[in-house]
């Protein structure tokens, strides 16, 4: 059983892009080399910017490349909570950013012939309860009457034909959303962002930012210092202690994924006839999802802890479980991949991103962050070019007094995580 995400595992090798000298100066110095930083790389140097983005590992090492490779339509928030918090000119122009958010993501596997397996299959929303599928059904109409978006409501016999499980309570079926392969998307946007003249620079992380008086930051890494104009933090749930500004405006929650050994086109199709993204309506749930070789991968938080090595194995084994219960069919399959990462979730379930104390960022993406992250980096390149009416998170900044008694170390998540599972448990 191999220990990395299947996604980077299975991607095209990737170039070494370490020991580069760094340049003494650069319009845009990007820092954090996932989705979001090389997204916000690629826009920015194709407006013509110098741009400069150093990541501490490799691009795509963290959640962009440990994720359910889903690229989901939807907001992090109900669309009623939406309307309640925001109004309802505001929550549809959010709902329609994240709809604009897949569109982007295929636009450029298209432009940039990104070739990551990219398919519009459909988003099965799963309920776990009889009341949850009433909810549904609540939600379908919101969504087709305040947000133009028509789904389709499934029932319990219904979803039959899209799921081998009886475990559900009917679904929610959005036709629009995708999956893809991240591993390759990460590696073709990379590829992408260098050709339209970023530099990349890996395993070299910025440990320190210095705010110049006349304008700009002096950016100090492991290899040298650099000089810029403007400064793009896109670290999210990695932000380290360089950042302890976000680090205390972010719950960095773990999540877990296993993927099994290739199971056949017969016997994957039994379990997911149409190859849709399946994503349960459990407080503590699921995601699943059939890989372009047939395997199954299967998700979720499992345990609430943070990701190494030791952790990974024992979440691997819950997620066994909880798979079993819902495909029994598959219980004695083998499990050839496990692994874990951090998630950054926002305390309003919403992403936030703006300009804080000079410093660019987009953060907080709470599980939505393949299409968000992409489309936050255009996003956020276009403010920087002097077009903030560019950001539809504006106004949703992280506050500016962070949580009393929180450092950064989501030392609540295992209480708030049995509270969750014991809720589901009950019925």
């Known amino acids: 059983m191999k220990q990395i995400p299947y996604w980077l595992d299975t991607a095209p090798a990737f170039p070494d892009r370490t020991g580069k000298p760094l340049p003494e100066q650069a319009d845009l110095v990007v820092i954090g080399g996932g989705l979001t930083g090389l997204s916000t790389a690629y826009h920015a140097a194709r407006k013509g910017a110098h741009v400069v983005l150093v990541e501490k590992d490799k691009v795509g090492s963290g959640a962009s490349g440990r994720n359910g490779s889903m690229c989901t339509q939807g907001i992090t928030i109900s669309p009623a ?8 000119p505001r929550a549809r122009e959010l709902y329609d ?12 596997t298209v432009k940039e012939q990104i070739d990551c397996d990219f398919h519009r299959v459909g988003r099965l929303g799963v ?4 009341r949850h599928f009433e909810s549904m059904r609540a939600k379908q109409r919101d969504l087709a009457d305040n947000f133009g978006h028509d789904t389709t409501l499934l029932s319990k016999s219904d979803l039959r034909a899209e799921l081998g499980s009886d475990y559900y309570h009917g679904a929610l079926l959005d036709p629009l959303s995708a999956h893809l392969h991240v591993g390759k998307y990460v590696h073709g946007l990379a590829e992408a962002a260098e050709r339209a003249g970023a530099e990349i620079h890996e395993r070299n992380a910025a440990i320190a930012l210095h705010r110049i008086p006349e304008g700009g930051f002096l950016v100090e890494t492991l290899h040298g210092t650099i000089r810029a104009k403007q400064v793009m933090a896109a670290t999210d749930a990695y932000s380290d202690q360089a950042m302890p500004w976000f680090r205390k405006r972010l719950i960095n929650v773990g999540s877990f994924v296993i993927v099994t050994e290739p199971l056949g086109e017969e016997r994957a199709r039994q379990l997911i006839p149409n190859n849709r993204v399946v994503v349960d309506s459990k407080n503590i749930g699921h995601y699943i999802r059939l890989t372009p070789d047939n395997r199954l991968a299967f998700g979720g938080r499992a345990r609430f802890a943070p990701s190494n ?25 083998r499990i050839d991949y496990v692994w874990g990462g951090m998630v950054g979730f926002s305390w309003d379930r919403v992403p936030h991103a703006g300009e ?16 968000m992250a992409t489309y936050m980096g255009r996003a956020m390149a276009e403010v920087m070019d002097g077009h903030p009416e560019a950001n539809p998170l504006r106004g949703f900044g992280f506050p500016k007094v962070p949580v009393p008694f929180y450092n950064g170390t989501a030392w609540f998540l295992p209480f708030g995580g049995a509270y969750y599972k014991a809720k589901d448990r009950l019925r």
């Open 309 to 333: 090595p030791a952790s990974d194995v024992k979440s691997g084994d819950v997620l066994k479980r909880e798979l079993a219960e819902i495909f029994p069919q598959v219980a004695d399959v």
């Open 97 to 108: 950013a994240f709809r604009e958010a897949v569109d982007l993501v295929e636009e450029l």
């Open 81 to 88: 909570e939406a309307r309640k918090r925001y109004g309802q």
């Open 356 to 371: 804080a104390n000079g410093l660019y960022y987009s953060m907080g993406y709470c599980g939505h962050g393949v299409q």
């Open 127 to 130: 309920a776990f309860k009889p």
